[in-house]
């Protein structure tokens, strides 16, 4: 299985700032004849369940608000957020779909310093 | 819209049986793979099985294969898990998601249900 390993595990930062997370998995997510990393970001805030961000690694799911973006290639990907808004908090979640099973990261919370 | 309602959880004892349900609407049901995700309370996401648009695909994680079966009724855009020989680890909200494209295994899952808890106690 491809173990997916975000860091950090809980993040406070200030309105307005940057927020970066990193999401490390396990082998390549990489696929090599289309040049697309099977990688996903999903937000899921309190009593909700989880929301799709981006897929592709990059590609921002349609009404996801331009702040929100995804970069890396192979095994190390980040989620930023450019300008921290209050409705922000939440755990943010890294999932690979390159193998089954499909495997989660364990979550990043996202707290407001 | 697309939308997605779980139902069937609840309270089972150790070594019982549930099984779940997932009412779709919102989109042509049978060209889309779906999935089953689960959280336990306070915990991270774990992927549990899928299915392919026509069902003739299934596949499981390693912790419920031979226990938990997906299936699907395309007529009635309804997904379903029958659980059986449960466990208490096996205690978490269970997600239905929606494939987000149209592709034979899920990749990534979009939309999701608002869960349903089942709960393994004696």
């Known amino acids: 299985d491809i173990v997916m390993t975000q860091s950090p595990d809980s993040l406070a930062v200030s309105l307005g700032e940057r927020a970066t997370i990193s999401c490390k998995s396990s082998q390549n997510v990489l696929y090599s004849s289309d040049n697309k990393n099977f990688l996903a970001w999903y937000q899921q805030k309190p009593g909700q369940p989880p929301k799709l961000l981006i897929y592709?690694?990059?590609t921002r799911e349609s009404g996801v608000p331009d702040r929100f973006s995804g970069s890396g290639s192979g095994t190390d990907f980040t989620l930023t957020i450019s300008s921290l808004q209050a409705e922000d908090v939440a755990v943010y979640y890294c999932?690979?779909?390159?193998?089954?099973?499909?495997?989660f990261g364990q979550g990043t919370k996202l707290e407001i310093k | 819209e697309v939308q997605l309602l779980e139902s069937g959880g609840g309270l089972v004892q150790p070594g019982g049986s549930l099984r779940l349900s997932c009412t779709a609407s919102?989109?042509?049901?049978?060209?889309?793979?779906m999935s089953w995700v689960r959280q336990a309370p306070g915990k991270g996401l774990e992927w549990v099985s899928a299915i392919s648009g026509r069902g003739g695909s299934t596949y499981y994680a390693d912790s419920v294969k031979g226990r938990f079966t997906i299936s699907r009724d395309n007529s009635k855009n309804t997904l379903y898990l029958q659980m059986s020989s449960l466990r208490a680890e096996d205690t978490a909200v269970y997600y239905c998601a929606k494939g987000g494209d149209t592709s034979e295994l899920v990749r990534w899952f979009d939309p999701w249900g608002q869960g349903t808890l089942v709960t393994v106690s004696s």
């Open positions: 999932q690979q779909y390159y193998t089954t099973p499909r495997t």
């Open positions: 919102g989109f042509t049901f049978s060209s889309y793979a």
């Open positions: 592709w690694a990059s």
